[in-house]
């Protein structure tokens, strides 16, 4: 028996591989992976390309609870009374408690970053964690990780260190047209969320070469002052490869009406402000697609953040360690805490040594719970095809000079742009992405300072003075969306209101 969530992308290569075929009888992707238990046992796991987590009962009699390594679906877990209980969600558990640590990791990182969850008892596994159930007791046998070994000085899918930058383009662009291929596997229509950067412009220009219809992709911009998108660069972007594009717009009347949904729907919390325009577009794309591809992950493989680039200097040049920012009025718990998540292992690169920080801790516990919560929250299922195992070991055997060059980083997802995508302007300086919540909430910052200190989910990440201090001292405004998504979290999850209910306990 196996009980999963996600994809298993490769399942027809397996099915051939392992001549299944005539043995199979339900269809799902997952089939075929009891087959191949049966034959190898734990071995088989590793034989996975996909996004999944799955409880497997084998005819053997282990029982197996499994993450992707990168951690693209959640799993939680609870042990109790010789009984372990599993689900995506924390909140099937009953309602949550508040935890100090967990509530200044919200208001600091904008994550958590604990295998402890605000449920008591409740475990989230790790990306790539393997556990076997014996006797009702959870037990850890390996963590599968994500990033493939060895990082420097070896061969990786055809790319030698040495290898020349048309070498490194022809087989990133065989890695990409294979990733993507796989990853539009579906009977349900799919398209996919285009920002106008790098990462989704590679996604979009590889969707069009290997579909004959035009590929539906959506894009958000924000109606406000000092907000800043990439529409423009999108729509330009679209007609050069015919996608069918769809613009929306998100507007203060969004952000109010949709921070409250987006605090219901990260049970395990992630105060990221990019979760309002994903929120967005999954409802409205809706209409029309079940499945979405997105560009995650090409930051973290191809080096594309700007402090990896500042982390690569000298220290004399202003060079830094890549590790958050953090508001001193919270302490430093939550950054000791990232640091201790944030080890790795020795001989790596300046830069591999921040990719592989940002693989460990931001990506599975912002950027892909987010993904995952705010598509789920609509039916849509999100899939990243950077996030591929073969896409990851081509990215981290290339040389540093072609993820950061100069001025740029994610310099190999560029070049190839230029040549595939003139339109996406490469080379040019972006814009970025920045949802104006500062504009939205001031005006209301005076009322957040008088009840916001009343939620004990938010007294726990700072106290009172403190919480007043962020909404009335301009100094701190980067805190105000954090501590006002914690306020309406633990309204919903701690206290058990509705997401209307607490957002009129907090404003109205």
């Known amino acids: 028996t196996i009980i999963g969530n996600g994809e298993i992308y490769n399942y027809l290569e397996l099915t051939e591989e392992f001549q299944l075929k005539s043995k199979l009888s339900t269809g799902s992707d997952f089939e075929p992976l009891l087959h191949i238990y049966a034959q ?13 987590a799955f409880c497997l009962i084998g005819a053997d009699g282990r029982t197996w609870l499994v993450r992707d390594p990168f951690g693209i679906k959640p799993l939680y877990i609870h042990a109790r009374n010789g009984a372990v209980a599993f689900s995506s969600e924390p909140r099937s558990f009953g309602q949550a408690k ?13 994550y958590t970053l604990e295998n402890e969850t605000a449920w008591p008892g409740v475990i989230r596994l790790e990306p790539g964690e393997v556990i076997e159930i014996v006797d009702g007791v959870p037990k850890r046998h390996r963590v599968r990780t994500a990033i493939p070994s060895p990082l420097r000085g070896g061969a990786g899918v ?10 490194a383009l022809r087989e990133l662009d065989r890695v990409l047209e294979d990733s993507i291929k796989v990853h539009q596997r ?18 979009a220009t590889m969707m069009a070469r290997l579909n004959t219809r035009p590929v539906v992709a959506y894009t958000c911009g924000f109606d406000a002052e000092g907000a800043r998108d990439e529409r423009a660069q999108a729509e330009r972007i679209a007609k050069q490869l015919n996608l069918d594009w769809n613009n929306v717009s998100f507007g203060e009347e969004d952000f109010w009406a949709i921070v409250p949904q987006v605090a219901w729907a990260t049970d395990d919390p992630v105060a990221d402000y990019a979760c309002l325009p994903t929120y967005k577009l999954a ?8 499945v979405v591809l997105t560009g995650e992950g090409g930051d973290e493989l191809f080096g594309g953040y700007s402090r990896y680039r500042r982390a690569q200097r000298p220290k004399w040049l202003g060079g830094r360690v890549a590790e958050p920012q953090t508001d001193a009025v919270l302490g430093t718990s939550a950054i000791e805490a990232w640091r201790k998540h944030a080890t790795q292992p020795n001989g790596l690169t300046t830069l591999q040594q921040a ?12 950027l892909l719970l987010k993904l995952d919560r705010m598509l ?19 990215a981290f055997h290339l040389p540093d000079t072609l993820k950061t060059r100069g001025k740029f980083g994610k310099y190999i997802l560029r070049a190839w742009l230029e040549k595939n995508c003139p339109a996406a302007e490469p080379w040019a300086k972006k814009k970025g992405f920045t949802v104006p919540v500062a504009n939205w909430i001031a005006p209301r910052a005076a009322d957040l300072a008088k009840t916001l200190p009343n939620v004990e989910a938010v007294r726990a990440a700072a106290s009172a003075d403190t919480i007043r201090a962020i909404f009335t001292d301009e100094a701190h405004a980067a805190l105000r969306y954090p501590m006002l998504f914690l306020g309406l979290w633990g309204r919903i999850h701690t206290e058990g209101m509705s997401p209307k209910a607490a957002r009129t306990s907090l404003f109205r």
Request: proline share 4%; charged share 20%; glycine share 8%.
């Open 40 to 52: 190898e046992g734990e071995a088989a796991f590793d034989r996975l390309r996909g996004m999944y």
């Open 98 to 110: 508040v935890v100090s640590a967990i509530s200044n990791q919200v208001a600091a990182l904008h």
């Open 158 to 167: 055809g790319v030698r260190a040495a290898a020349s930058d048309d070498d």
């Open 186 to 203: 579906s009977d349900v229509p799919y398209g996919l969320f285009l920002s106008g950067g790098i990462d989704s412009a590679t996604v």
């Open 283 to 290: 409802q409205q794309a809706k209409s029309r697609l079940t």
């Open 355 to 366: 990719q592989y920080a940002d693989i460990a801790t931001w990506l599975p516990n912002d």
């Open 376 to 394: 789920m929250a609509h039916g849509l299922e999100g899939r990243t095809p950077f996030l591929d195992p073969e896409v990851a070991a081509f």
